[in-house]
């Protein structure tokens, strides 16, 4: 029998779950009487993975919408501000490095500044103030500039461990989120197959709602099992199932804080480490096929140094892949339980956001309009999966370094149809927005610019050479490329300074 909306029930804390929480109670006014009433119920007795401390850009609008102030996010969170990611050694090891900033190229969906560089590993310096500010470790503002407000284009890292906290108290004390603690035991099933009720252990009666929303990670208990949705194994494609994470200390109060992620390849993975103002968040992806754990920890130990000597590192076993589906009957998959990958890119919180975004947006005013809302949830996160997959795996094909791990990578049958006539295509010409759905679109074709470009992948521009004939253009658009960099780098306050002073300032 079809029935109004008007509540909610979110299964799984941590990010995901209160992230989820907050953006639909804040749209749709949990808050009032009138408004869909949403429920998370998480159990006290699992611990929540805790390492994504990456974001996206879209960060800076979802926490304007759930009504957080920036300042208030930093101090909780011990928050920074990342600018783009800096790639190093994913060429040839030598110490080569490119970047992908936030901040799109100059002239960018107008004209493609790629064939008229002198060098095309320098598009982005030459296109992009963002590449030296990165450099220079450089604030995207100064104190004139107010908060979500920036010169740059930037997102976040972030302690994921406070910024679930932060949003839990927000969420139950402003944003009307009732919270339950309670471990799921099993779920009933009505005639059409929809979740009927939620029974927990040592609680008699049952907990329904109109909407389940699955945020139990990768045990995925609602949507994978209850649903029985199956899961998609990308593994042949990307390789990565393994990971070891530490927290390091700064050596000093004031050391400077990195304003990007820095990816940074070994001989079978890449280290990622991600600055907060009291630590770093260093951590080894790798592959166990390739690599053993103990021969990925002494990576890491390498890596970080003497600072490595006391610490001790936490062991992340994963599975890359997705649901067939995200949305089944009457329950959608937020998070990990939805599917999850490496954490190049930083798409995991992403996702989230989009995926509630898209909940609170198309919220049904009944369960008779529920398929449909499902059947094109399902499309676009379909269709998103397939991109994120491509752009990860474009990360690892233009390596020319010869250990197994990454050889094994350019074999093609690891590489997905849809990169494959892309690629195609790219050869005479490199990526251009009319390769892009618009909307849809994570990662636009900027993106692919500064990853290809970056590693040295120069299209055939010949082939065609009249169309570009626009060299007076180029010429000025690269002219004031530099002259804004010159601008920025003699403005813009270095990182850990601006956020100390900004912090500081009363409102």
């Known amino acids: 029998m079809d029935k109004p909306i008007k509540h909610i029930v979110i299964v799984g804390g941590g990010t995901a779950g209160w992230l989820s929480a907050a953006i639909i109670a804040a749209q749709h006014q949990s808050y009032s009487a009138a408004g869909v009433a ?94 030296h500010i990165c450099e220079a470790g450089l604030a995207p503002r100064t104190l004139a500039d107010s ?71 990768f045990a995925s208990l609602l949507l994978g099992k209850a649903l029985e949705v199956p899961f998609n194994s990308i593994e042949h494609l990307l390789f990565n199932d393994s990971a070891l994470a530490m927290h390091v200390p700064y050596a000093s109060a004031d050391s400077p804080v990195a304003c990007h992620t820095i990816a940074t390849a070994q001989n079978a993975g890449w280290i990622w480490d991600i600055g907060l103002t009291h630590r770093r968040g260093v951590g080894h992806v790798y592959s166990s096929r390739f ?15 003497a600072a490595a000597k006391n610490l001790s590192a936490r062991k992340i ?22 599917g999850f990958v490496e954490p190049l890119e930083a798409t995991a919180i992403m996702l989230v956001e989009l995926s509630a975004r898209f909940v609170a947006d198309n919220l049904p005013a009944d369960t008779a309009d529920m398929p449909v809302v499902a059947k094109r949830f399902n499309q676009q996160m379909g269709y ?94 690269l002219k004031k490329s530099q002259q804004l960099t010159t601008q920025m780098l003699g403005t813009l306050p270095p990182h850990r300074q601006y956020i100390e002073q900004w912090l500081q300032q009363t409102y």
């Open 291 to 305: 690599l053993s754990d103990d021969e990925a920890e002494y990576n890491l130990r390498q890596y970080v140094g």
């Open 38 to 131: 949403v429920t998370l119920v998480e159990s006290s007795d699992i611990p929540t993975i805790g390492v994504g401390e990456g974001t996206w850009p879209t960060m800076r609008g979802t926490l304007q919408q759930i009504g957080l102030k920036e300042r208030d996010f930093f101090k909780r969170c011990h928050a920074v501000f990342k600018q783009g990611g800096k790639f190093v050694n994913w060429v040839t090891g030598d110490g080569d490095f490119y970047y992908h900033p936030f901040t799109v190229p100059l002239g960018y969906g107008r004209i493609d500044l790629a064939p008229y560089v002198d060098d095309i590993r320098d598009f982005a310096p030459d296109t992009n103030f963002q590449h």
């Open 384 to 477: 998103r999966w397939q991109r994120i997959i491509d752009f990860l795996k474009l990360h690892y094909l233009l390596t020319q370094r010869p250990e197994p791990y990454w050889q094994a990578h350019l074999d093609p049958a690891t590489l997905p149809i849809s990169l494959q006539e892309d690629l195609q295509l790219w050869r005479s010409r490199g990526p251009t927005t009319q390769d892009f759905q618009g909307p849809l679109e994570l990662f636009p074709a900027a993106s692919y610019q500064y990853v290809m470009y970056g590693m040295g992948f120069k299209p055939d521009f010949s082939r065609q050479a009249y169309l570009y004939q626009q060299n007076q253009q180029a010429a000025q658009i």
């Open 147 to 217: 908060e979500y407000q920036g010169q740059c284009n930037y997102a976040y890292h972030l302690d994921a461990g406070e910024f679930a906290e932060m949003l839990k108290e927000h969420c139950k004390e402003k944003l009307g989120v009732q919270h339950r603690i309670a471990t799921l035991d099993h779920c009933t099933r009505d005639d059409a197959g929809n979740i009927s009720g939620l029974f927990f252990k040592n609680e008699p009666m049952p907990l329904s709602a109109d909407l389940y929303i699955d945020c139990t990670g």
């Open 317 to 338: 076993s994963y599975q890359s892949g997705h649901r067939a589906k995200f949305w089944a009957n009457n329950c959608v998959a937020i998070g990990m339980s939805a």
